[in-house]
């Protein structure tokens, strides 16, 4: 807490009242749940949050948004395919649960995407044509590479015209507002969420 605390070792050595075998504090109880009985002075420290906190409405900003949430079927195959890299990983086949998070990508790029990619194209046809008055971004979330990669080379090829901006990890700078409102813009849900191949 900046003005307060020098670091976080001076907090820790000004506040923390109990500390366990290998000196890391204590500030839960047996629910987990922070307790505030942890802290030598609680009330202190809901001062000093009350006069660094600051409350601003920024909902004058959001632009106008049209939220569709859908919902695809799986193909019985690609549920298949799904359940065997479920069954490999409680298995031990696989070790890691990203590793077959990304394979389970890996087959929905390959054979369950087909509905999500005729809805996104019908979006953009309905958004030329002017169905939701005046032409807007549109922003499509994604995790993992592979999916980053189909919509790329899906939109790329259907619409090679269409101004396709990507925000992830790697490149922040095309946060700025576009010079047309045409763009696509292809967003990383979280940073890190890049699983880099080896």
């Given amino acids: 807490m900046g003005g307060y605390y ?52 920024t909902s004058q900003y959001m632009p106008d948004l049209t939220v569709s949430h859908e919902f695809f079927n799986i193909s019985a195959s690609t549920r298949w395919d799904l359940d065997m890299i479920d069954d490999a990983y409680e298995s031990g086949k696989i070790e890691f649960p990203i590793q077959a998070r990304m394979m389970q990508e890996e087959v929905l790029v390959t054979s369950g995407y087909t509905p999500k990619d005729l809805r996104l194209l019908n979006l953009l046809t309905r958004r030329d044509k002017g169905e939701f008055g005046q032409i807007h971004l549109i922003l499509i979330f994604y995790q993992y590479n592979k999916v980053y990669e189909h919509l790329i080379k899906m939109i790329q090829t259907v619409r090679p015209d269409l101004p396709i901006h990507t925000v992830n990890g790697h490149s922040k700078d095309t946060l700025r507002k576009p010079h047309d409102d045409e763009s696509v813009y292809l967003v990383q849900y979280e940073a890190g969420g890049v699983v880099q191949r080896t």
Avoid at 18 to 35: A, E, K, L, M, R
């Fill in 6 to 57: 020098s670091s976080k070792t001076d907090f820790i050595r000004q506040q923390i009242k109990w500390f366990d075998d290998y000196h890391n504090p204590v500030i839960t109880d047996n629910y987990g749940n922070i307790s505030r009985f942890a802290f030598r002075d609680p009330d202190l420290i809901d001062r000093q949050l009350q006069e660094i906190s600051v409350y601003l409405n």
